[in-house]
């Protein structure tokens, strides 16, 4: 199996880069792997699986596996997920910032983001979810006249951007104000059409369309920067 090698020691090899990898077996039907970090794998696995399998299942991930670690590795760099200190990067509105810790409150100027020193993440987390409702209201403004009866409300989440119920009340996360605001109508968009279909299906999709004609490029944006929108 060109470019993997599986090592006693629990580390693998793919593409010349070396792993540490963390097997799990358990009472399930199916592998998943996840990445811990740039450099750490965890994979879970039916008990009763042979080794060969296991081998084999990671193979066909080794791709995914190699994208996935460019990102990581940018996103480390970056300082994503390691709270504030002076040089990391951060979004807001699709701009990249990076941070100085001075002043105090926090602001932007001159492409950096200042926050005072010794601020801590719930802090930096309430300014977020300030400016992304700012952004809601301002969306709920302009289109008031075409969005259905809801209840909409930011709160903080951690895996998604946005959730609705069969109550009719859409949840949005506090960080997206750290995507464009295109992508921020989009993910608007997405929700308010579940209001309609509670599910993905292809009237759901019609729907999405009908209110955002460019959703796949908004939706391709957050897939591919989603991992560096994070604190």
């Known amino acids: ?30 592998f998943s792997l996840r990445m811990v970090s740039s450099s ?3 994979v879970r696995y039916p008990r009763f699986e042979s080794r060969t399998r296991l081998i084999e299942f990671i193979n066909k991930k080794s791709k995914w596996i190699s994208k996935k670690h ?3 590795v940018a996103a480390e760099e970056a300082g994503v997920g390691s709270g504030i200190f002076e040089g990391r990067m951060l979004f807001l509105l699709g701009e990249k910032y990076k941070v100085e810790t001075s002043g105090v409150e926090i602001k ?49 989440q951690k895996r998604i951007w946005g959730s609705c119920n069969s109550n009719r009340r859409i949840y949005i996360n506090s960080k997206i104000s ?12 997405h929700e308010i059409s579940h209001l ?7 009237d759901f999709y019609s729907q999405l369309e009908n209110y955002c004609p460019d959703y796949k490029t908004h939706k391709a944006w957050l897939k591919k920067h989603s991992f560096m929108l994070r604190i």
């Open 1 to 30: 199996m060109a470019g993997l090698y599986l090592k006693k020691n629990k580390l693998i090899t793919i593409d010349g880069i070396e792993y540490s990898i963390k097997i799990i077996p358990g009472d399930r039907r199916s």
């Open 40 to 42: 750490d794998l965890e």
């Open 70 to 72: 460019d990102m990581l």
């Open 108 to 156: 932007i100027r001159n492409n950096c983001i200042y926050i005072p020193e010794g601020s801590d993440i719930i802090a930096l987390e309430r300014w977020y979810k300030d400016t992304t409702e700012k952004a809601i209201a301002e969306f709920i403004e302009n289109y008031n006249h075409v969005i259905p009866n809801c209840t909409i409300k930011v709160k903080r």
């Open 178 to 189: 750290m995507c464009p605001l295109e992508v921020i109508e989009y993910i608007m968009w």
């Open 196 to 202: 309609k279909y509670m599910n993905h299906s292809s």
